[in-house]
């Protein structure tokens, strides 16, 4: 079945960077769209990025526009998040989802069991 | 940029009762799509419903949706315990950037 892991979140200092990491199994990886996906403590769903199949195709939020890089090695079944400046509002579990083409929509259909980043001094 | 509200904040229901969540979109979607998820602590968001109305594999006939414009509503018919969690809208395709509802809770009265 299609599993997502997510890997590289860390306690890191204001300021600092982090590379997070997601590893796609039981899927044809470059079919699909790719997103992260973040939720400080005790808030809601925040959506920070975008990915096309080839990586030509590329938005952010604006919350870290300028900040974040995200990127996909479809040869690895992987997907990146390399996040700079790191502030104390970015502190969350971020998720890797799937965005599946029903057809006549399209929804996240399958996430990581996420990986948290803490922002901390 | 779509705008999200859910409403309400949290929902106290008992096991068995009915619950109704809404989502309002400002301005109205038009076109584009509304899903619903489930968030339990400590799990992944999952997702129930796609394309506005149509439940995702696996999710039981208890939870229906439907709406258009800017009103839209999740239903559960009969709450299993199981189904006391957060959950959340989300919009996609009215532009590159994708929008949640910042959540209702459903609470065990």
């Known amino acids: 079945q299609v599993q997502l892991v997510e890997s590289g979140g860390d306690l890191v200092k204001p300021g600092g960077s982090l590379r997070l990491s997601c590893a796609a199994s039981g899927v044809r990886f470059s079919d699909y769209y790719m997103s992260w996906i973040r939720q400080a403590p005790g808030k809601g769903l925040e959506w920070i990025s975008s990915i096309s199949h080839t990586g030509n195709t590329i938005f952010y939020a604006d919350s870290v526009q300028g900040r974040c890089t995200i990127s996909r090695d479809n040869a690895k079944n992987s997907l990146f998040l390399q996040m700079t400046n790191l502030r104390a509002e970015d502190s969350a579990v971020y998720y890797c989802?799937?965005?599946?083409?029903?057809?006549?929509?399209?929804?996240?259909?399958?996430w990581g069991q996420g990986t948290v980043v803490t922002v901390s001094s | 940029e779509i705008v999200l509200t859910q409403s309400p904040d949290t929902l106290s229901l008992s096991p068995g009762e009915r619950a109704t969540l809404s989502c309002r979109a400002s301005?109205?979607?038009?076109?584009?799509?509304l899903a619903w998820f489930q968030k339990r602590p400590g799990q992944s968001p999952r997702l129930l419903i796609y394309g506005t109305f149509t439940r995702a594999t696996g999710i039981p006939d208890r939870f229906s949706a439907s709406g258009s414009g800017t009103d839209f509503t999740l239903t559960i018919s009969r709450l299993e315990p199981e189904d006391f969690a957060v959950y959340f809208c989300?919009?996609?395709?009215?532009?590159?950037?994708?929008?949640f509802g910042q959540g209702t809770r459903l609470d065990i009265k």
């Open positions: 989300q919009e996609y395709g009215s532009s590159p950037s994708i929008t």
């Open positions: 301005p109205s979607l038009g076109g584009s799509y």
């Open positions: 989802a799937r965005l599946y083409d029903y057809g006549a929509a399209e929804a996240f259909d399958v």
